[in-house]
């Protein structure tokens, strides 16, 4: 299955929990795109000993997960893109919908 995955949050917790379903979506055989949207850009700062965010990242990109961010919503935090929040586009929004079998949000 082709499984796509919003995440719009920037609670620890919320983001977290969608790491670790994507990770285990993955070890299941399933192809994983997160795009990250609005607060969800933020989810690198979330990091912390109870959610271990950074881990969960890592995990997700090392067994061929993708990860999007979008462009406008880091600009207007002033913030660049990067190897793990590479900075995306609405059509690429578009294109994780359209080709995803199904679509969550967290």
Known sequence: MRLGIVIYSN????????LRFANFSLKEGDSVKIFLLAKGV???KLDSEKFNIQEQTKSFLEKTGEIFACGTCLKSRESEGSEVCP???MKDLYELVKESDKVLSF
């Open 11 to 18: 609670d620890a917790e919320t983001v977290w929990n969608a």
């Open 42 to 44: 933020e989810y690198q």
């Open 87 to 89: 900075m995306s586009t």
